[in-house]
T-cell receptor, first 111, second 114 residues
């Protein structure tokens, strides 16, 4: 699975959009970009995933660059409950190992 | 409603005393995973079951074993816990590793070793 690089930490004001970047320059053609988050002392929670098209669901939007070497997770209106560690993971469909977590980004939403 | 249930939420054991952590699921998923997460670190995959087929990660210590008696339940056995095994243990499920499937995680069991 391709390696990902994320900033260690970010702050965001409550109500504003949170934009979390992820670099995955070695991604291969059949690998997907997944985002999970982990609120303190809880299990990780799936947010969104994509292959090459931008994706949106009730939680977030995922923007993947045309060359697929980086992506951005967007939380459109961050709330205090969005404070968590956000993991960007690249994995291939058919990978039995599914997910190898990197170090993630600690997002702190400030009141 | 909880779909991946881990019990207990907190477990304390003594150095060298075997301990078993349990996980159950109501999703009828084919795959069940065990992850270890030490303080301030990312989760690390220990092993997974695809139906009854057990798949061990290469660097998972022999001290860790797993059992899956049926689709709904999976157990993590630590035969002789050391102080370094203190961690959060996370169970997860997915329908099929061969497809583009998301994982569902339980809330974890926090293991302390005294």
């Amino acid at each position: 699975d391709a390696k990902t690089t994320q900033p260690t930490s970010m702050d965001c004001a409550e109500g504003r959009a949170a934009n979390l970047p992820c670099n995955h320059s070695t991604i291969s053609g059949n690998e997907y970009v997944y985002w999970y988050r982990q609120i303190h002392s809880q299990g990780p929670q799936y947010i969104i995933h994509g292959l090459k098209n931008n994706e949106t669901n009730e939680m977030a939007s995922l923007i993947i660059t045309e060359d697929r070497k980086s992506s951005t997770l967007i939380l459109p209106h961050a709330t205090l409950r969005d404070t968590a560690v956000y993991y960007c993971i690249v994995t291939g469909a058919g990978s039995a190992r599914q997910l190898t977590f990197g170090s993630g980004t600690q997002l702190t939403v400030l009141p | 409603d909880a779909m991946v249930i881990q019990n207990p939420r907190y477990q304390v054991t003594q150095f060298g005393k075997p301990v078993t952590l349990s996980c159950s699921q109501t999703l009828n998923h084919n795959v069940m995973y065990w992850y270890q997460q030490k303080s301030s670190q990312a989760p690390k995959l220990l092993f997974h079951y695809y139906d009854k087929d057990f798949n061990n990660e290469a660097d998972t210590p022999d001290n860790f074993q797993s059992r899956r008696p049926n689709t709904s339940f999976c157990f993590l056995d630590i035969r002789s816990p050391g102080l370094g095994d203190a961690a959060m243990y996370l169970c997860a499920t997915s329908r099929d590793p061969g497809r583009n499937e998301k994982l569902f995680f339980g809330s974890g069991t926090q293991l302390s070793v005294l």
